[in-house]
T-cell receptor, first 114, second 115 residues
Framework: EPEVTQTPSHQVTQMGQEVILRCVPI?????FYWYRQILGQKVEFLVS????????KSEIFDDQFSVERPDGSNFTLKIRSTKLEDSAMYFC????????????FGPGTRLLVL | AQKVTQAQTEISVVEKEDVTLDCVYE???????LFWYKQPPSGELVFLIR??????QNEISGRYSWNFQKSTSSFNFTITASQVVDSAVYFC????????????FGGGTRLMVKP
């Protein structure tokens, strides 16, 4: 069964460093998403992406964040200058059409900013 | 604005007991979608069910059942004859019926099933 994959599974970085989290959505899916989950808290929406542009973003998704689909398979989240409070699990998700479809999540990348 | 409330932060049951996880939502939309996801200790988010707002039929899938009541804005989840493998955090979520359809999650309910 096709699934969303994410790399790396864990990343440790120093405050102020740039990180890129990578996702490979399910191959025939068209909408892509990033969510984050601070330890012990609920899952929060960051951004949705369709047709090579952002379709919706939350207040959390400020200028420090960017997303890109650099090729036909990868979908990346970049944090330009990490802060301690960026430490969280980051989930990628994708859907076939987007509007009425179920979002399938990847296994997550646990980011720790020191 | 949309909001999902899962008032039970933690529930502990003994194996074979039935357990119901509550979910109450708020939205101004007339059409919307409701979801349940399971997050086992390994951390991934596993899709369980999607329900649209104009289908209030209850659904059963094996030991799992869902009770959607629009009149009370609730979408409760019942596990019958719970098993240790059901131990996880369960999230209820809501999405709008529009492009991008971001999910708004509740705070989650941690279910512990003891042998």
């Amino acid at each position: 069964e096709p699934e969303v994959t994410q790399t790396p599974s864990h990343q440790v970085t120093q405050m102020g460093q740039e990180v890129i989290l990578r996702c490979v959505p399910i191959s025939n899916h068209l909408y892509f998403y990033w969510y984050r989950q601070i330890l012990g808290q609920k899952v929060e929406f960051l951004v949705s992406f369709y047709n090579n542009e952002i379709s919706e973003k939350s207040e959390i998704f400020d200028d420090q964040f960017s997303v890109e689909r650099p090729d036909g398979s990868n979908f990346t989240l970049k944090i330009r200058s990490t802060k301690l409070e960026d430490s969280a699990m980051y989930f990628c998700a994708s859907t076939h059409v987007g509007v009425q479809e179920t979002q399938y999540f990847g296994p997550g990348t646990r980011l720790l900013v020191l | 604005a949309q909001k999902v409330t899962q008032a039970q932060t933690e529930i502990s049951v003994v194996e074979k007991e039935d357990v119901t996880l509550d979910c109450v939502y708020e939205t101004r939309d007339t059409t919307y979608y409701l979801f349940w996801y399971k997050q086992p200790p390994s951390g991934e988010l596993v899709f369980l069910i999607r329900r649209n707002s104009f289908d209030e039929q209850n659904e059963i899938s094996g030991r799992y059942s869902w009770n959607f009541q629009k009149s009370t804005s609730s979408f409760n989840f019942t596990i019958t004859a719970s098993q240790v493998v059901d131990s996880a955090v369960y999230f209820c979520a809501l999405s709008r019926d529009n492009a991008g359809n971001m999910l708004t999650f509740g705070g989650g309910t941690r279910l512990m099933v003891k042998p």
